[in-house]
């Protein structure tokens, strides 16, 4: 069982609608749940981040996070073009305060005009 | 707004030779990591640096692996002899550090694409 899983998409939606990305994750010891956004030969670059349970909310993107049912979601409202990207799901541990993160293969997101 | 540099941003090398890809990180993080992405493959770790240590490492950060923190600003991955299986974006991240275990977030740097000839 992979520890972070992610339909890889690709997931189309036209531009101005919302986009749902969803994500699971096998070890319920994890403390700390992040979305990271991959636009194509770049780096990952950290749009959320989320540690209890409930909605989190930072301008268009809100992060949901389930712990009883080992889930992490991503909304993003009014998508853009720009919004085109693989998103990354990625879970740290927490062990220590030098523990890893653990990516997803993330999913694919078109937006289309 | 502060962030995690590297370079070279490219390195050809061949087969056996010995690379070292440098990182500057944000200059109040305390934790340094480095993960590679082999390409169309997810984001993997390889090892994370505190106080001139290794903290964790995984299963690829073998002995042809090494992490150096060579003055207050840089810091480094050498692959002491590279194979073809080496070449992949190297990305550093760095996190503040002041938070609970595993609450810090990391910053990543725009990465080393590394090709291995």
């Known amino acids: 069982q992979k520890e972070v899983e992610q339909n890889s998409g690709p997931l189309s939606v036209p531009e101005g609608a919302i986009a749902s990305l969803n994500c699971t994750y096998s070890d319920r010891v994890s403390q700390s749940f992040f979305w990271y956004r991959q636009y194509s030969g770049k780096s990952p670059e950290l749009i959320m981040s989320?540690?209890?349970?409930g909605d989190k909310e930072d301008g268009r993107f809100t992060a949901q996070l389930n712990k009883a049912s080992q889930y992490v979601s991503l909304l993003i409202r009014d998508s853009q073009p720009s919004d085109s990207a693989t998103y990354l799901c990625a879970v740290n541990k927490g062990y220590s305060s030098a523990s890893k993160i653990i990516f997803g293969s993330g999913t694919r997101l078109s937006i289309r005009p | 707004e502060p962030e995690v540099t590297q370079t070279p941003s490219h390195q050809v090398t061949q087969m056996g030779q010995e690379v070292i890809l440098r990182c500057v990180p944000i200059?109040?993080?305390?934790?340094f990591y480095w993960y590679r992405q082999i390409l169309g493959q997810k984001v993997e770790f390889l090892v994370s640096?505190?106080?001139?240590?290794?903290?964790?490492k995984s299963e690829i950060f073998d002995d042809q692996f090494s992490v150096e923190r060579p003055d207050g600003s840089n810091f480094t991955l050498k692959i002491r002899s590279t194979k073809l299986e080496d070449s992949a974006m190297y990305f550093c991240a760095s996190s503040e550090g002041l938070g609970l275990a595993g609450y810090n977030e990391q910053f990543f740097g725009p990465g080393t694409r590394l090709t291995v000839l």
């Open positions: 200059s109040n993080h305390l934790y």
């Open positions: 640096f505190y106080n001139n240590e290794i903290s964790e």
């Open positions: 989320i540690y209890s349970n």
